[in-house]
């Protein structure tokens, strides 16, 4: 039988940090960007894919709705442990819904998986915001209703995913100020460095 002595209190065992950062999803996680990059490349591409506006604005709606569902439902629970959704009551209220898995373990969730989550959720819904600048100040009308469907769509999931991670009851815009007071503070008290 052999013997494996247990970590001291606030030590990670070598084993246990390699295992947080391994993936543990790597399908969800290819799913996760794949959907994304692919409606963007596609938006990009169009003209070179198939000529037809038809066929690519289809094209790109079904990426970017395969997308949401597979943000909303999927990766956020597997790869971070998040989830939300809008529930109506009996009276046809309607209340949103932000949950964090409850975890006392922090091997539980992988570093590398949540890397690649935020990333993705944090990168694309720039690109989309590039994109609804360019087709108007191009004066590209018929692109203009896709593109505000792909921003909707990934600031939708972003939103969701950032209310669950900082708390239902929390308020983003007082944390926003409160972030930006106290980076604020830290350079105002920094001292000058001394050639």
Not at 48 to 57: D, E, N, Q, T, Y
Not at 123 to 130: A, D, G, K, Q, S
Not at 183 to 193: C, D, F, Y
Request: hydrophobic share 45%; glycine share 6%.
């Amino acid at each position: 039988m052999q013997r494996q002595d247990a970590p001291l209190f606030g030590e990670e065992d070598e084993n246990n940090q390699r295992k947080r950062s391994k993936m543990r999803h790597p399908l969800v996680s290819f799913f996760h960007l794949f959907f994304r990059t692919s409606a963007i490349l596609v938006y990009l591409f169009c003209d070179i894919l198939s000529g037809r506006f038809v066929v690519c604005m289809v094209t790109i709606i079904l990426l970017l709705s395969c997308d949401f569902w597979t943000v909303k439902n999927v990766s956020g629970r597997l790869l971070v442990g998040l989830r939300w959704w809008n529930q109506v009551d009996e009276n046809g209220k309607s209340h949103w819904v932000f949950e964090s898995k409850k975890t006392h373990s922090k091997n539980t969730k992988s570093s590398a998986e949540s890397r690649v989550f935020w990333l993705g959720l944090l990168v694309c819904p720039i690109f989309w915001i590039l994109f609804v600048f360019s087709t108007v100040f191009s004066f590209n009308i018929k692109w203009l209703v896709v593109v505000i469907l792909g921003l909707v769509l990934q600031w939708a999931n972003l939103y969701g995913y950032v209310r669950c991670k900082v708390g239902r009851k929390s308020n983003l815009r007082n944390m926003a100020k409160n972030y930006l007071g106290v980076q604020i503070l830290k350079r105002a008290t920094k001292q000058p460095e001394s050639f």
